[in-house]
């Protein structure tokens, strides 16, 4: 079984609880390598007679060996998840109610609220990297830059953490509610190089630069893809309703234009319809098309956001 | 037997599990609410080690979770302040909803304890 000696050092138990809670999920492993820390410290500063060994070695019947803790957090984890999350809607077994069954799924609306939020956040974190790291760098030559560029990378760990955030509740991936501890017993200047170091901090600027792009896809595939639904929708029941046109051609095909007096629509009466199957059709496959996206999306920054090895 | 001492242990520790699984969220109510000032986890843990017995006598590292879990509900809330013994802590401290809960819970919890006495007195002989 564990022939492993325990450990006489913090960071040696937080490498061992990292070590068991191998292929856990990373956010998990995160927040419990914070919580264990936060509890090994507090405990070493209240008996400054003791050594390091002796207070892990209590800790070990107190808080836990860092088997036994990894064991707790994998089992609360479940228990919260099913106890916070909204309970998925219950699978549609035909192939037409699982179609139409996206209408009832609270993560499409959100997966598709993200996708036109992204647009601000990309522009906001593309700015923000782009700005700090051209400025602090470029003032570099100069002392002043140094500072620049040290708070500048605590920033983009802070909003590592928030995009995080936005991340879980708007896609449902589970992302840190903790932040990174640093490593301990390391002068200021180690710290600071360590922060260069960190594959997190530069994965996260790479994420805040791509999340532009980005962002501009997803809101013009929102924006197009419902404005296309919407008014294939919309067109014919208004035809209907007496209030537009029908097959009327305004500068081009349109599906639904207003010239500032008539609403009217360039299909004619009998294609009618279709049209509207077509605009309900869409509606639907675009509430897919943002839940895969949402999906994909909260793969994707977990990926770059949170760092699988810690403490490597 | 030693098998039967076991078995007869492994079933109590799961009993403790699934009793421990309920009252520890209202057991840190309790506590945040009788200090009356913001605690931080280890604090918390110390406090409850004091008076823990049965299934309150738990690992501490099972808090920490269920400290997040009520934040996340409302019940808490918390805030981060640096600390010279090591890395900055986080403060919890209980919310008007959480005294709410609070109160509602400790008359639940009563009256499961009385009810669950009045059965045992059934096999006091």
Known sequence: MNTRKLPTTIPEYLEHLRRSLAGADPALVQDALYDAEEYLRSELAEQPDKTEAEVIAAVASSYGAPDEVADIYRDTEVKVQTALRPPPPRPRSSALGRFFGVFADPRAYASLFYMVLSLATGIFYFTWAVTGLSVSLGLSITIIGIPLLILFFGSVRVLSLVEGRIVEVMLGERMPRRPLYTVRGRSLLQRIGDMFTDVRTWSTILYMMLLMPLGIVYFTLVVTLLGTALSSIAAPVLVWLGIAEAGTSIGGWGILNYDGEVLSTSMPAIGLPLLLLFGIVLLFATMHIARGIGRVHGLFAKHLLVKTAQHD | ?125
Do not use: C
Request: neutral net charge; without cysteine.
């Open chain 2, 1 to 125: 037997m030693d098998e039967s001492e076991d078995q007869a242990g492994a079933q109590l520790r799961k009993f403790q599990k699934e009793l421990s699984t309920g009252t520890v969220a209202l057991a840190l109510l309790a506590v945040l609410a009788a200090a009356g000032e913001p605690m931080y986890g280890y604090q918390i843990a110390k406090t409850l080690e004091r008076v823990g017995q049965g299934a309150l006598a738990g690992k501490q590292s099972a808090l920490y979770p269920v400290l997040r879990n009520l934040q996340a509900a409302g019940l808490l809330d918390s805030f981060v302040e640096p600390s010279d013994a090591g890395p900055p802590r986080r403060y919890y401290r209980i919310t008007d909803a959480g005294h709410g809960a609070l109160r509602n819970w400790a008359a639940a919890w009563r009256a499961t304890r009385d009810s669950v006495d009045a059965v045992l007195e059934g096999i006091r002989q």
